[in-house]
């Protein structure tokens, strides 16, 4: 659900023009979205999708320290952790 609420964002900057990939979800990324000046019904969509994303990323973070947590406690689940697929949420866009 995360990940939709961001490509909605990435696609209100792009349709403006803009096209930051990643750095869309950075401190000053954010600033720049927050002042684009959209159309009316497209600024209220741009408040609603960071205000969902704000309230979603304290649950992921608390969610991905559990498992990590967990993860620490079982060699087989640490081997799994070192494997290239691997990502820490918290090293994600705007966590």
Known sequence: MR???MNQLQALAMNEGYRWKKKLFSAPGRALLEKLSLAPWASRRRQELLELLDRMNPTIEELTAAVER????????MRLMTHPGWVRLQHSPMC
Request: proline residues 9%; positive net charge; charged residues 55%.
């Open 3 to 5: 990940t939709r609420i």
């Open 70 to 77: 967990e993860a620490r406690k079982r060699p087989e689940a």
